[in-house]
């Protein structure tokens, strides 16, 4: 259930595109980080009081562990003009309407209306958010100047504005856009389906190379089929039914305390060994060792279904490295940073460098 309660904003931590953080005190209780988004809630600023969904503070949530900023009671933003019929986070308090690319007032609906193909544009799609930036580390370490274009379905964070590294690696130049899909939102585009989003993604926005992974905050149950990155599976089935080239990158790790997810996840083999039914390319990095070895026998179960490819990870932990530092992106999944998990971001940059040989 959720949790409310009113703060008074102390002051303005830092800001990126579509996000406010702040600091605000509870009652009593000290000082805590809350997060805005100015075009639901309107700009927070030092003496407002906020009212606040401290869901997130009272379960000790690691991502996302903040106070989430629901109004600023006594200065309610103005209503939002122009286009836009299609609702999202809908039948929920904060729920926006925003102009589709595949709705009829859009400007790239005559576009999209009998749209089929992506035309063998490559599909990267991942799992958890934080490949992302591996991703384009191994694909722009190979092939610099590549169009890519995100695709974000509303298995994690359904407001884009969320992620700050989405932001920086625009702002790099690493990333052209962001089209949100599903239930998602705040994206360069939005739209329905993932299918329409990764049509307006080569369609519209002029993509090269499509990667598609849930925004930030994964949920995962221990159980077979409760987890959130299952939509990985039905990525690949749709970047296949438009003729696009769906590429897998499996979700690998060496420094999680979890046995489930220490070598190739479970995520990973029943996202692509079961949910997807199309065929599609596992990039299977070549990490060597005992290591190295136990991830090929595990990704060796999808071979009946799959591809695989195996792609030598040389100069990849160099390839993060400069990444990291170049675009001001903090590379870290589950609260792990390289080189606590670098088994992990060589595997996502491994998919990245394979899908550079496809264009």
């Known amino acids: 259930m959720i949790r409310w309660r009113k703060g008074t904003v102390q002051g303005i931590r830092r800001e990126w595109p579509g996000a406010v953080e702040l600091d605000v005190t509870i009652g009593g209780d000290g000082s805590h980080r809350a997060l805005a988004y100015p075009a639901l809630v309107g700009r927070p600023e030092p003496g407002d009081t906020v009212l606040l969904n401290t869901?997130?503070?009272?379960?000790?949530?690691?991502?996302?562990?903040?106070?989430?900023?629901?109004?600023?009671?006594?200065?309610?933003?103005?209503?939002?003009?122009?286009?836009?019929?299609l609702v999202k986070a809908r039948y929920t308090p904060?729920?926006?309407?925003?102009?589709?690319?595949?709705?009829?007032?859009?400007?790239?609906?005559?576009?999209?209306?009998?749209?089929?193909?992506?035309?063998?544009?490559?599909?990267?799609?991942a799992?958890?958010?934080?490949?992302?930036?591996?991703?384009?580390?191994?694909?722009?370490?190979?092939?610099?100047?590549?169009?890519?274009?995100?695709?974000?379905?509303d298995g994690g964070a359904l407001p884009a504005w969320f992620s700050m590294s989405i932001a920086r690696l625009k702002d790099a130049g690493a990333l052209a856009a962001t089209v949100t899909v599903g239930q998602a939102f705040g994206g360069d585009?939005?739209?329905?389906?993932?299918?329409t989003g990764l049509l307006a993604a080569r369609l519209v926005l002029d993509a090269e190379v499509i990667v598609l992974a849930q925004g930030p905050g994964n949920l995962g149950t221990g159980t077979t089929w409760g987890f959130s990155g299952v939509s990985a599976g039905e990525a690949i089935n749709a970047a296949a039914v438009l003729s696009g080239r769906p590429v897998g990158s499996?979700?690998?790790?060496?420094?999680?305390?979890?046995?489930?997810?220490?070598?190739?996840s479970h995520?990973?083999?029943?996202?692509?060994?079961?949910?997807?039914?199309?065929?599609?390319?596992?990039?299977?990095?070549?990490?060597?060792?005992?290591?190295?070895?136990?991830?090929?026998?595990?990704?060796?179960?999808?071979?009946?279904?799959?591809?695989?490819?195996?792609?030598?990870v040389d100069g990849l932990h160099e390839a993060l490295r400069a990444a990291e530092k170049e675009w001001g992106v903090r590379l870290s999944t589950m609260g792990r940073r390289l080189d606590e998990d670098l088994a992990y971001f060589l595997t996502a940059a491994a998919a990245g460098r394979h899908t550079a040989t496809l264009l």
């Open 189 to 195: 585009l939005e739209a329905v389906t993932v299918h």
């Open 94 to 125: 904060l729920q926006a309407t925003v102009l589709g690319a595949d709705e009829q007032d859009s400007p790239h609906h005559a576009v999209l209306r009998e749209a089929d193909s992506l035309e063998g544009t490559p599909v990267i799609v």
């Open 55 to 85: 869901t997130a503070l009272a379960m000790g949530l690691g991502t996302g562990g903040y106070a989430m900023v629901v109004a600023i009671p006594d200065r309610l933003p103005p209503d939002p003009e122009g286009p836009g019929h």
């Open 127 to 153: 799992d958890l958010h934080s490949a992302l930036p591996p991703i384009l580390a191994g694909l722009l370490a190979a092939r610099p100047g590549t169009r890519v274009v995100y695709v974000m379905p």
């Open 250 to 264: 499996l979700r690998v790790s060496e420094g999680d305390l979890r046995e489930r997810h220490v070598g190739v």
């Open 267 to 312: 995520h990973s083999l029943t996202a692509y060994g079961r949910v997807a039914l199309a065929r599609a390319q596992i990039a299977v990095p070549e990490l060597g060792g005992g290591f190295g070895a136990r991830v090929a026998g595990e990704a060796a179960a999808l071979g009946d279904r799959h591809e695989l490819v195996p792609v030598p």
